[in-house]
C-alpha cells in the first residue's frame, strides 16, 4: 500500500538554525515525490517537487529511494519559513496521497 | 481573481441533515478532488474526478456523495450516513494526472460543524 510517513508534528527551530523536517513513503514503484506548504490564513499550495530538483525559497528535498525518504532541508531558517508543511506520494496513480504534515515554527 | 472557489466558508449542521459544499473553478482543469482535513491526520482523500460526469472514490468515500455535471463544478455532499462529519474540507485542481505534474490548487476550505 502507499503510505506517506512524517514522524514529527512539530519542529521548533530559531532562526538562522538548519532545518530538516523528516517524510518517508512507502511504494514499490517508482515514487513521484512533492512538498506542500500552507502558510498562516493561506491556501495550501505546492512548494517543491523532486523531479524538477529544485530549491525554493532556500528549500530543497533529495529523494533517497533505499531509505525510502524525501526529506526537506533549509541550511538558514527564516521567521517566515513557519507553516504547515505535508509531503506527498503519487504513485503511479491520478490521485495524491499526502502524510500527516508537519509544524515548522521558527523563532526569532 | 482566477482560482478554486469554495463556499461557504463556515457552516452548522444538524445531526441527521445532509449538507453540499460548493467548488467552483474558472482555471479549465480537467481533475477536481475533494479531501479532508483533521489535526494529527493530514488530507484525506474523499473523491476524485477526472472528466465531466465521471468520478472515483478516494480512500474515505462512506457518507459522501459527489457530482460532475460540469468541468468548472465538483459539489461535495456530506450525508447524514457520515459518521464524523465535522471536519476542514479542501477542494483542488489539476490541470492533468497528478502523476505527471503533481501541483494541485486548493481552494481556501469549508469548515463544517455538525451540532
Known amino acids: 500500500a502507499q503510505r506517506v510517513t512524517q514522524p514529527e508534528k512539530l519542529l521548533s527551530v530559531f532562526k538562522g538554525a538548519p532545518v530538516e523536517l523528516k517524510c518517508n513513503y512507502s511504494?514499490?514503484?517508482?515514487?513521484?515525490l512533492f512538498w506542500y506548504v500552507q502558510y498562516s490564513r493561506q491556501r495550501l499550495q505546492l512548494l517543491l517537487r523532486?523531479?524538477s530538483r529544485e530549491s525554493i525559497k532556500g528549500f530543497t528535498a533529495d529523494l533517497n529511494k533505499g531509505e525510502t525518504s524525501f526529506h526537506l532541508k533549509k541550511p538558514f531558517a527564516q521567521e517566515e519559513d513557519s507553516a504547515m508543511y505535508y509531503c506527498?506520494?503519487?504513485?503511479?496513480?491520478?490521485?495524491?496521497?499526502f502524510g500527516t504534515g508537519t509544524r515548522l515554527q521558527v523563532f526569532p | 481573481d482566477g482560482g478554486i472557489t469554495q463556499s461557504p466558508k463556515y457552516l452548522f449542521r444538524k445531526e441527521g441533515q445532509n449538507v453540499t459544499l460548493s467548488c467552483e473553478q474558472n482555471?479549465?482543469?480537467?481533475?477536481m478532488y475533494w479531501y479532508r482535513q483533521d489535526p494529527g491526520q493530514g488530507l484525506r482523500l474523499i473523491y476524485y474526478?477526472?472528466?465531466?460526469?465521471?468520478?472515483q472514490k478516494g480512500d474515505i468515500a462512506e457518507g459522501y456523495s459527489v457530482s460532475r455535471e460540469k468541468k468548472e463544478s465538483f459539489p461535495l455532499t456530506v450525508t447524514s450516513a457520515q459518521k464524523n462529519p465535522t471536519a476542514f474540507y479542501l477542494c483542488?485542481?489539476?490541470?492533468?494526472?497528478?502523476?505527471?505534474?503533481?501541483?494541485?490548487?486548493f481552494g481556501e476550505g469549508s469548515r463544517l460543524t455538525v451540532l
Open positions: 483542488a485542481s489539476s490541470i492533468l494526472s497528478t502523476a505527471n505534474t503533481g501541483e494541485l490548487f
Open positions: 523532486h523531479i
Open positions: 511504494y514499490s514503484g517508482s515514487p513521484e
Open positions: 482555471l479549465n482543469h480537467d481533475a
Open positions: 506527498a506520494l503519487s504513485g503511479g496513480t491520478d490521485k495524491l496521497i
Open positions: 474526478s477526472q472528466i465531466v460526469n465521471d468520478f
